[in-house]
């Protein structure tokens, strides 16, 4: 498939529904072909921790903006996505998104996973906080419940990711042992991540996204800006363009203009003759 490049709005819509439209429409007008929130409950997080409670609590998204902000997506043709962290968060999402975005802290959620699993859409699975025990264990899930519509997305839960720990080798690993879709998570503050992903065979990407990093939050530093999206979106598909295709035949302009020595026809004869 064509590359799909995913948006990540997560918290950094400022809790305004406002900015949040706002970004959906800047995703869409550089060119990403989805959008994605995440829907969390800080109490379940962070039960017993006052300090991240309070600052995920901070960022929550409101659950009832979720069709408000599908529609809009719907309304301007950009796809919505949404990680969720719970089962009843799940369930809210599941009519409106296109595909289900797993977090790699949920990897051992096993009651997440199959409920995700049994919708039968497509299953992102980002593979931060994992070893290669997890991914297996997640693939094997995808089997059992007969959903293999999976793809598995490279991914360093570091914000930002150091170059030494991007680690994209580690896709051709996925793609030769699952035999499934690959993507790259990119938390890295550069395009070279993302260009290396795709000669290696990602077509999925994702990308945290701000309208300005100078705003207040968690996420906004590390995240990419319109400008810098559209960027990012121009060198994956130019990318894609020059690997072109995997069939030597002649071009067009050689076959017109390459001097070989070879038997020529000096007019056109039908096939046969």
């Excluded at 989805?34 to 929550?60: G, H, T």
């Excluded at 809009?72 to 919505?80: A, E, G, L, P, Q």
């Excluded at 802290?105 to 497509?122: D, F, G, M, V, W």
Aim: glycine share 4%.
């Amino acid at each position: 498939m064509s590359n799909y490049i995913i948006a990540e709005i997560g918290s950094n819509f400022n809790q305004s529904k406002n900015i949040a439209f706002k970004m959906i429409r800047a995703a869409k007008d550089v060119g990403a072909h989805a959008v994605k929130f995440q829907l969390f409950k800080a109490k379940l997080l962070y039960p017993n921790d006052k300090k991240m409670y309070e600052l995920f609590k901070s960022i929550e998204l409101n659950p009832k903006w979720i069709p408000q902000l599908s529609n809009y997506c719907r309304k301007i043709n950009i796809d919505f996505l949404s990680s969720v962290f719970d089962l009843e968060s799940a369930k809210l999402v599941n009519k409106y998104v296109k595909y289900h975005k797993v977090a790699s802290s949920e990897a051992t959620n096993i009651p997440l996973l199959i409920y995700l699993l049994k919708t039968k859409k497509k299953i992102i699975f980002s593979t931060g906080m994992c070893d290669e025990k997890d991914i297996s264990n997640f693939v094997k899930l995808s089997k059992k419940y007969k959903n293999k519509d999976i793809v598995l997305m490279q991914c360093g839960s570091m914000y930002p990711l150091p170059s030494k720990h991007v680690n994209l080798r580690v896709l051709q690993e996925y793609k030769k042992k699952y035999k499934c879709e690959i993507g790259f998570s990119d938390h890295t503050t550069g395009y070279d991540a993302a260009t290396f992903a795709s000669i290696l065979g990602s077509t999925f990407f994702e990308k945290h996204f701000t309208l300005n990093k100078r705003s207040k939050g968690p996420d906004h530093f590390f995240a990419f800006e319109p400008s810098q999206l559209k960027k990012y979106i121009y060198k994956i598909n130019k990318t894609e363009i020059i690997l072109g295709s995997s069939i030597k035949q002649m071009l067009p302009d050689e076959k017109k203009f390459g001097r070989r020595e070879g038997l020529y026809f000096l007019k056109d004869i039908s096939e046969g003759k």
